[in-house]
Each structure stands twice: as C-alpha cells, then as structure tokens.
C-alpha cells in the first residue's frame, strides 16, 4: 500500500485518537505512534517512500526537524486552553506548579498571566534532554510540587519525586496543525511543478544556463552547459565561475549591475556569444544569470528565420538530373559545374537569353554544401534603378514614400546562408555596381534609411548575356566588380551547338503539354525533326519550349510534319506537297519511307531550306515586333510580354 502524502507522527497513543478524528474523511494521512529517535527512523523511510509532510509535537518534532529528513515538519503549537486545562488539572492535584517548557510554550503564558495566579513557576529550556533535567531541579528548589509540561518533562519530573501533569492537545489545535500540513503539501505540488517546468526548460533549451550567487559561485549549471564546457553539474556547483568558465565575464555584473547581450568569447576553442543580466533582490544585486549559445549555432537559427520570414518559397527547384542532353557541349559543361557546385566560391554564368542559367544556378545550389538554405534569385534588368536597390538591400520603415509598414528585408537577407542569383548583372547601373561590390568585400548590408549594418554569409552567383570583359574595357562595368564576380565561370551552350539534345528536349515538353491536353503523344517525322535541328534557334531553350507548346495546340498527337512545324515556328510556309511529307504520313500506298529520302525535291529542301527558312523567319519576326509595339501603344514591357520574350531580348531584337 502506498504511502500517504502527510505523516502524523504521535508521541502517545490519546493525541493519535485525536488525530483520527480531526483528520475527517479524506485519506491523504497516515498515523503513527513513535517518538524521539524512532520517530525520525520512521520519517526518513517515510519520506524515501513518497511522503510530502510530516505533522508531530514537541521534542519529537524538533527532532526530526533537526534531522537528515528534509520534508517540512508542522509542529503541533500548544495553545492557550490547552495550557490552561493543564494548570487547573495540576492545581487540584494540589500544591505549588511549575512549568518547564521550550521559549514558544513558555511566551504563550503572557496573555494567561491574569488567569492563573502568581504562584506559577516557569522555566524556558532547550530542546535537549540535560536541559529539562535542568529545568526539573531549578523547580524543585523554587518548592514546586507539580510540573505541567510536554511527555518529556512529566516523564523526568516524576523520577525526580514530583508530580506532573502531561499538556495534551485538544482538538481544534491537532486539526488546525492537519490543516497547515494539507495547505503545505498543496503548496510544496505547486512548487515541485514549477520546479520541475524549471528543470525540462533549462535541460532542453539549446541554450547553455549559467546562474552564479553573489559571491561568484554556480547554483545553475544545465545539460548544454555541461555539453559545451565538458564540465559536470555536480562538479560545478558551489565552484567559482572563474574557475569553471575564465571567460565567462559574468561576475563582473556583481560590480556593475548593468546587464550585457550579445558579448562575444570564446569557451575552449568554440566561439559563443553570451547574454549576461543580473538578478536583483531588494534593490541589491544577487547574482547573475548568463546565457551562452555557440555562435554557428545562432547563425543557423537566423537563416532559417529569416527563409521562413521572407515567406517566398525561396527554394531551387532544379537539380543537375533536369538538365536534359548529351551533347559534347553540354557533357563537357557539366563536368566543370559539378565540381564548381562543391566549392562555396563565386560563379560567374555566362550564356546567350533563354539558355536556362537560372536551371544551372538552381542546380548548383542543390549540388552544394547550401542545399538545405534558401536560394534566392532577382533579374538585374526587370526593374528600375531605384526598386532594384529597395530588392537588392531592403529597406526599413519610412525609408522613401510607399515604402512598406515594418520595412523589409533584401535578397541579400533572406538569401543569408544560402545562395543568390543575381541575373542579369550586366544590366546593373554604376551605383549600384558600386554598393553591390562593397556587401561582397565586406559582407554586410546596410538597409535603406536605416543605421545598422547586417551580416550576411551568401553564396553568390551571377549570370549575363553579355560580355563584361568588353564592357569593363568600354567602362560600362567595374573593373574591380568583375574580377570579384568572375572567380569561377563557365558558359551555357547555345540550343544551335547541341545537337541531338535539341530533339531529347522538344519531346519532353511536347510530352508535357500533350499530357495537360489530355491529347495523345506526338512525334516529330525524319523530315519535321531534321528542320528542329537545322534551325538557329535564336531565342535557344525558351524559344524551344514556346514553340512545342504552340505545336501542343495546333495538332491533335500522332505524327508532327514539317509544315506543322513550321506554323510553329511562326514562319511563312511551304505548299505540304512541296515537301512530300504530309503525303508520305498519310498515304497508305507508299510502301517504303527511304524511297522520299531519294526525293530530289527533299533533298532540295534539306539543303535550300535552312538559308530561306532564316530569311523568311527574319522578315517575318520583324513584322511581328511592329505590330506587337503597335498594339501596345508602345509599351515595350507589354509588347515583349505579348511575344513571350524578355524586355532585353526585344530590345536587342529592335536595335
């Protein structure tokens, strides 16, 4: 059977009874009769077993009180009417009474001093044995003849020749010492609870604790604590702070009172940085408490903060697996960009519009030691001079008319730990130039309007279209920039120098949008799939895809002809029975499909048709240019949207 929560420990057998009563249905209470050394015995297994409070009186009490037992003992206080009912049991024994009792008992009497008459003799004892025995003689000599007291007192009253009379506890004092022991207990679950919330937060926080008296020495000493100093918490508690963490510096707060965040130090070989705030007691300082956290820890946390702030879904989606093609072009490419993808070093991607250096840029950041933080990326040349800075370096409230309430961070920020594509960078204006070089020197950002410098650790990659070696020497682009930026490089092949790769990417998008059709797969015919291959492919891979998602619409699956690729390349075309090749898919007569390849008329066209194709084609896509900004009343952000190309690129295209 388990213990109860509260032991009432009786000295004799009557005050038990008492007990019993007083104690009312509820069964949160055992009862014991022991006292003196028995009685501690008892407590100290009682407390081993579960037990929260223990209740007795007297000497017994005080004896378990001053004993190894650290549960809290709820004495059993002798009151006025127990007093008094013990003084008129001894005066009708008759003759002259005195009391021996401890200070408390004995100060009670005050207030009984006009009841009882003057003939009462009191003497204030210890709690020890030899000093009630004292007491009992310093009675006998003042002539008296009975001794009201304790168990103790009565007992070495009688063998010294005297009578006695035991004071005994009524009731409503034994229920109101029940009671205290029930409020206790119920105070000592709330503490525990606290304690014990105490205990898991400072034991699973990731930060190290550390709490020192106002002499210097450790009473807080948590797990992190002992992971970071190799230190134990029970050999660093009571030791001097100095002596466990010389670095500490929190002990200079018991001087200073002034609390200090963000100090930085070094505890071994591992830099921390510390929060150190002093605790204050009355309005004197008490003690310290110190944070400490490792540094590349918080630096992590910050990172990924400031993803989850940004809320943009800052991640590459591209792996090295979804660049399709194994041309010599691109295999040779490869190569060098996984291993430039294990460096942490700048990248510099050069490779004409619509190449994908974005798809290489989110690969690179996936094959690298960054793949789990954030990948930023901002087109150089979509926005106007002073919104490309606002992106660039964020700004904070009330930095500029319309600036948004809270402020808001850069891509330099959200980017932190991870990496950032700057794209388009030859499109940067020279002062922007100027503050993009100095957050790579220096790697920290400064936020529009504001006065503090942030850190930031990025990996940086930049990528163009244009030749910046030129411009450096045009002096269109910084020198000093250029060579910060082109630590490693490499070039995107042109869709025109990969060969095959050209048709291993048309299916794959045509497959796509087949598929969101919900139209049967199509595939290219010998004669539709040599022109794919023979054509320029000025606008490279976005073109490509432009163009099968064009071919996706305009036919139903099955067999894709040249003339239908044509249509999809938006050039004029050629009479179908010209070429032979709607006729040979679809004529149920022609036995064998080598016997067109013979065609003097094919071979015509294979050979003639590249060299008219492109001059038809240039015609006609600047026609399309001129109705596309007529259409637009000008607006050359419209017009390069209507043609499904890049604002730069129709620039280029109108020069």
């Known amino acids: 059977m388990p213990m109860a929560e509260i032991l009432f420990i009786s000295p004799y057998l009557e005050l038990a009874e008492i007990a019993l009563k007083a104690m009312g249905n509820e069964d949160d209470l055992d009862i014991e009769v022991t006292r003196m050394d028995e009685a501690v015995e008892l407590a100290s297994k009682a407390e081993k077993q579960g037990c929260q409070v223990i209740v007795s009186r007297g000497l017994t009490a005080s004896k378990i009180r001053n004993s190894k037992v650290e549960l809290p003992v709820i004495d059993i206080r002798i009151g006025g009417y127990d007093l008094l009912m013990a003084y008129n049991e001894a005066k009708n024994i008759g003759g002259k009474v005195g009391i021996v009792d401890v200070e408390d008992v004995i100060l009670g009497l005050v207030s009984l001093e006009k009841i009882v008459d003057d003939t009462l003799v009191k003497y204030t004892c210890k709690n020890d044995l030899d000093d009630i025995g004292n007491g009992i003689n310093y009675l006998k000599k003042k002539g008296v003849d009975v001794v009201i007291g304790k168990i103790a007192m009565a007992r070495e009253a009688r063998t010294r020749g005297l009578d006695a009379v035991i004071i005994t506890s009524a009731y409503e004092t034994v229920r109101m010492a029940i009671l205290e022991a029930r409020r206790v207990n119920t105070v000592r679950k709330k503490e525990r609870s606290k304690a014990e919330q105490l205990k898991v937060m400072l034991n699973f926080t990731h930060d190290c604790i550390i709490a020192i008296d106002k002499e210097g020495k450790i009473t807080v000493f948590n797990k992190m604590a002992e992971k970071l100093t190799g230190w134990s918490a029970k050999k660093a508690i009571n030791r001097s702070v100095t002596e466990v963490i010389p670095n500490a510096g929190c002990q200079h707060l018991l001087k200073s009172g002034i609390p200090e965040l963000g100090a930085i130090f070094e505890i071994g070989?591992?830099?921390?940085?510390?929060?150190?705030?002093?605790?204050?007691?009355?309005?004197?300082?008490?003690?310290?408490i110190t944070t400490i956290q490792k540094l590349e820890v918080l630096q992590k946390i910050e990172s990924k903060i400031r993803f989850k702030l940004s809320d943009r879904g800052l991640i590459a989606r591209h792996n090295f697996e979804d660049i399709i093609g194994k041309s010599d072009a691109l295999t040779s490419t490869m190569d060098l960009v996984r291993d430039y993808a294990a460096i942490d070093s700048t990248i510099l991607i050069y490779g004409q519009t619509g190449t994908g250096k974005e798809i290489f840029a989110h690969a690179i950041h996936n094959g690298s030691k960054r793949k789990n933080e954030p990948f930023v990326a901002i087109n150089c040349a979509a926005l106007p001079e002073s919104i490309l800075e606002s992106e660039l370096f964020g700004y904070v409230e009330g930095a500029f008319t319309g600036a948004s309430k809270g402020g808001k961070a850069g891509v330099f920020e959200m980017a932190h730990g991870g990496t950032l594509?700057?794209?388009?960078?030859?499109?940067?204006?020279p002062m922007l130039q100027s503050?993009?070089?100095?957050?790579?020197?220096?790697?920290?950002?400064?936020?529009?309007?504001?006065?503090?410098?942030?850190?930031?650790?990025?990996?940086l990659i930049a990528a163009t279209h244009k030749n910046l070696q030129e411009m450096v020497a045009s002096g269109s682009f910084r020198e000093d920039l250029y060579y910060r930026l082109n630590v490693l490089s490499f070039t995107v092949p042109p869709l025109r120098k990969r060969g095959e790769d050209i048709l291993e990417i048309a299916q794959k998008f045509l497959r796509e949008f087949y598929a969101a059709q919900g139209k049967?797969?199509?595939?290219?015919?010998?004669?539709?799939?040599?022109?794919?291959?023979?054509?320029?492919?000025?606008?490279?891979?976005?073109?490509?895809?432009?163009?099968?998602?064009?071919?996706?619409?305009?036919?139903?699956?099955?067999?894709?002809?040249?003339?239908?690729?044509?249509?999809?390349?938006?050039?004029?075309?050629?009479?179908?029975?010209?070429?032979?090749?709607?006729?040979?898919?679809?004529s149920p007569n022609i036995q064998n499909q080598n016997d067109l390849d013979k065609d003097n008329s094919d071979k015509n066209i294979s050979k003639a048709a590249p060299v008219i194709l492109l001059r038809e084609k240039a015609t006609y896509e600047k026609q399309l240019i001129v109705d596309a900004v007529k259409k637009c009343e000008g607006n050359k952000a419209k017009a390069a949207r209507l043609l499904g190309i890049s604002r730069t690129t129709l620039w280029r295209k109108m020069q």
């Open 421 to 429: 594509l700057l794209d388009e960078v030859g499109e940067m204006s």
């Open 435 to 459: 503050r993009l070089l100095r957050v790579i020197e220096q790697r920290e950002v400064m936020r529009l309007g504001d006065n503090r410098i942030l850190p930031v650790n990025v990996r």
């Open 269 to 288: 070989n591992v830099k921390v940085v510390g929060n150190r705030v002093p605790i204050i007691v009355d309005g004197k300082i008490d003690g310290v």
């Open 520 to 586: 049967p797969p199509g595939v290219f015919s010998d004669h539709s799939a040599q022109l794919l291959l023979e054509y320029e492919w000025p606008g490279n891979i976005r073109q490509l895809r432009n163009v099968m998602e064009r071919l996706s619409v305009m036919t139903g699956g099955g067999v894709i002809t040249t003339d239908d690729v044509r249509k999809g390349l938006q050039i004029p075309g050629i009479n179908p029975a010209e070429t032979g090749d709607r006729t040979a898919v679809e």
